[in-house]
């Protein structure tokens, strides 16, 4: 039992009372009695509470939920007796985790059932625990309440975003994926092996018109084209302290793992093989190209809780281990950090053999602070980020000159820059 501020309101007239019997003896004789009632009354207060046995509490939530994004929590409450229930439920999500509300005042006639909803946002990946939920219930005249705590423990996953594979496979089947800057002429027309003809529609590339059919039609008509399918790409990720570095609040490193999510889910999609190498100072782990949602999975399943660790990252190591176990052209891109020319020619003697084999791809995460100091009216501040940009672009040239790819890409538009970069591999028939 749990006395509220009523009963110590209340109980203050005691203290009053003994003020006055001071001066009037009689008042001392008011005490005993008042206070007696005052306790009973309170007993009967509490006794009239809800009892917290009554009520049945289910959590409801994604099996995994996204990092640093809104992810909704359901609690489904019932009332398991004849009687109406007035309480007070407070969730415990896991320390770490923001949430727009956790309290929530429930009114429940017997029998019935209401669904409470809020919204947690992760700020890391891995695994954790929702606690118990907090109950609590009052009785008449507010004196006393109950006080419980139901056990709703419940572990849960934090992926990097899996609501934007979500969010993208819906704008896919709606034709909309253009909201997101990837154009739909880029799925539309991938491959060189002849599949259908289809009406033009507003960004087809005019060069896929089939003119002979659109003098029949009346029409404009556009040839439709079969991707190539079962082509690998292989994604390497460096974990080691280059990725330790802070852009827009989160490490490079996450700002990686949601882009290459995207990626690999693209990748999926088109019935490609898709492969991933971690490695810091040595490879951590290697899982061969193969396609389907499955291998989505246990790419997903490799590297939800992968953090960024202040080690050197062995590069060369990562692709003496990679060219003995895949020999098969394929697109391998590597996300990595050059933003030093010293660093881009070190990178030569290895990344150079492996274009002559294979499609490589260097993935950087630029810091949009950077573009925006160059601009500023502190010649100082201008000079330094100016002098950052072009040893980063000299670096690019240098890979580049080596028959290299890059892309450097700040956060936002990072995964939608690979995914169309990968589809432009696939129409022009790169691999």
Not at 171 to 196: A, C, D, N, P
Not at 256 to 281: I, P, R, S
């Amino acid at each position: 039992m749990v006395f509220r501020t009523p009963f110590f309101v209340l109980l203050s007239v005691s203290l009053a009372l003994s003020l006055l019997g001071t001066v009037d003896g009689r008042f001392l004789l008011l005490i005993w009695p008042y206070n007696a009632v005052l306790i009973v009354v309170a007993l009967l207060s509490y006794a009239s509470a809800p009892a917290h046995h009554n009520l049945r509490v289910e959590r409801k939530m994604d099996k995994v939920l996204s990092v640093n994004t809104e992810n909704l929590v359901r609690l489904l409450v019932t009332n398991e007796s004849d009687q109406p229930m007035r309480c007070r439920l407070r969730d415990e999500p896991p320390e770490g985790f923001e949430a727009d509300t956790q309290e929530f005042v429930v009114t429940l006639p017997p029998w019935e059932r209401m669904e409470l909803r809020y919204h947690v946002t992760p700020k890391e990946r891995g695994t954790f625990v929702f606690r118990d939920t907090f109950f609590e219930s009052v009785g008449m005249m507010g004196l006393a309440a109950r006080r419980a705590t139901l056990k709703t423990r419940q572990p849960v996953t934090v992926y990097p975003n899996v609501l934007a594979l979500r969010k993208f496979d819906l704008l896919k089947q709606r034709g909309h994926l253009r909201e997101i800057g990837v154009r739909r002429s880029r799925l539309k027309s991938l491959g060189t092996e002849f599949e259908s003809l289809r009406e033009y529609v507003l960004g087809d590339d005019y060069r896929r018109i089939d003119w002979k059919a659109t003098a029949r039609r009346s029409k404009l008509v556009v040839r439709e084209y079969e991707a190539e399918r079962n082509q690998s790409v292989i994604l390497m990720l460096d974990y080691g302290r280059l990725m330790l570095a802070e852009v827009e609040g989160r490490l490079k490193l996450d700002h990686v793992l949601d882009a290459t999510l995207l990626l690999g889910n693209a990748v999926v999609n088109a019935n490609d093989q898709l492969g991933l190498l971690l490695y810091g100072d040595m490879v951590e782990r290697w899982l061969p190209p193969r396609r389907g949602k499955g291998q989505l999975g246990n790419v997903l399943q490799a590297i939800h809780a992968l953090q960024a660790q202040p080690i050197a990252s062995d590069m060369p190591a990562a692709v003496n281990y990679l060219a003995t176990r895949w020999k098969r052209r394929s697109l391998i891109i590597t996300f990595t950090e050059v933003d030093q020319t010293g660093t881009a020619k070190a990178l030569l003697p290895v990344l150079a053999p492996l274009a002559k084999t294979h499609l490589c791809l260097v993935v950087t995460v630029k810091d949009p602070r950077t573009g925006a100091q160059a601009r500023s009216e502190d010649l100082f501040e201008a000079t330094a980020a100016q002098l950052l940009e072009e040893e980063r672009e000299t670096a690019a040239y240098y890979l580049r000159q080596a028959g290299v790819r890059t892309l450097d890409s700040e956060p936002q538009d990072l995964a939608v820059a690979l995914v169309n970069y990968y589809l432009d591999v696939k129409a022009t028939a790169q691999l």
